[in-house]
């Protein structure tokens, strides 16, 4: 009965997943650290099931005049994407259910809650990479850190 009910709760959480994201169930399950170091790389949407992604953007090099898009989705879990501490970066994120922090004042860097749709902003030096961050996490926590 206890392997029954295991099952159950595993379904249960893929189903609301389903609900919150779709993140596809072949994404994968577990921790991943993700080092991104080309322009090529960049491009990739990195994607989760359940677990801990980190996508570290510190080695992006600068595209002339353009901004690269980096496109990051989990499930259920912990998010945690590092940009270099030079670059301008926007980013768009929402979380279904949890917490998102990124660098600024404590007060107004931080929010939690249901369905969590923030846009900021991170100025950046000239010359430096310029990224546009699009973050989707189903229910878990959401960091962006400089490296």
Do not use: C, N, Y
Not at 7 to 35: H, K, Q, S
Not at 82 to 101: F, N, Q, S, Y
Not at 124 to 136: I, K, V
């Amino acid at each position: 009965a206890s392997g029954l009910l295991a099952v159950a709760v595993l379904l249960a959480m893929l189903l609301v997943v389903d609900e919150a994201l779709a993140v596809p169930v072949d994404a994968g399950i577990g921790d991943r650290t993700v080092l991104v170091t080309t322009a090529d790389e960049v491009e990739d949407h990195q994607q989760l099931l359940i677990g801990d992604l980190t996508v570290d953007l510190k080695h992006v090099p600068a595209q002339s005049g353009s901004t690269q898009d980096v496109e990051v989705s989990v499930g259920i879990g912990e998010m945690t994407v590092i940009v270099p501490r030079d670059a301008t970066v926007t980013a768009e994120a929402h979380v279904h259910g949890g917490d998102l922090d990124w660098p600024g004042p404590s007060a107004s860097s931080h929010e939690s809650g249901v369905d969590v749709d923030r846009t900021f902003r991170l100025p950046g030096e000239p010359g430096a990479p310029r990224l546009h961050l699009d973050l989707s996490m189903g229910l878990g926590d959401v960091e962006v850190v400089r490296g």
